[in-house]
């Protein structure tokens, strides 16, 4: 059985950095292509970022520009997210996803999602 589970949300200020976790249980890392989505209340979920499952290609959301950094640890099968600078447009809830597909930013593409972590960004 598959299983997701993201962890080190929280609620942080302006200017803030998280880093954010995705333990993942039943599927390897290094044959999947991962990502990161998120949910704002009222709104679609969006891609964040994405890494190729060699983990030499990444992909992210034009709205991330520069701040945050997708990695992944194959031995530990756990993906990471670095965000820095956030700001509250940052308020979200954020899901981790796997693809055996590769990378993309259609939520469709993704076997694979945890719960949700919830990141809220206070001004």
């Known amino acids: 059985q598959v299983q997701l589970v993201e962890s080190g949300g929280g609620l942080v200020q302006v200017g803030d950095s998280l880093r954010l976790s995705c333990a993942a249980a039943?599927?390897?890392?290094?044959?999947?292509?991962m990502a990161w989505f998120r949910q704002a209340p009222g709104k679609e979920r969006e891609f964040v970022a994405g890494?190729?499952?060699?983990?030499?290609?990444?992909h992210y959301g034009d709205f991330v520009k520069g701040r945050f950094a997708i990695s992944k640890d194959d031995a530990e099968n756990t993906l990471f997210l670095q965000m820095n600078n956030l700001n509250p447009d940052d308020t979200a809830v954020y899901y981790c996803a796997a693809s055996r597909y590769g990378i993309g930013t259609e939520g469709a593409r993704y076997d694979h999602w945890g719960q949700g972590t919830q990141v809220t960004v206070s001004s």
């Open positions: 039943g599927v390897n890392v290094g044959n999947y292509a």
């Open positions: 890494i190729h499952w060699g983990g030499g290609t990444t």
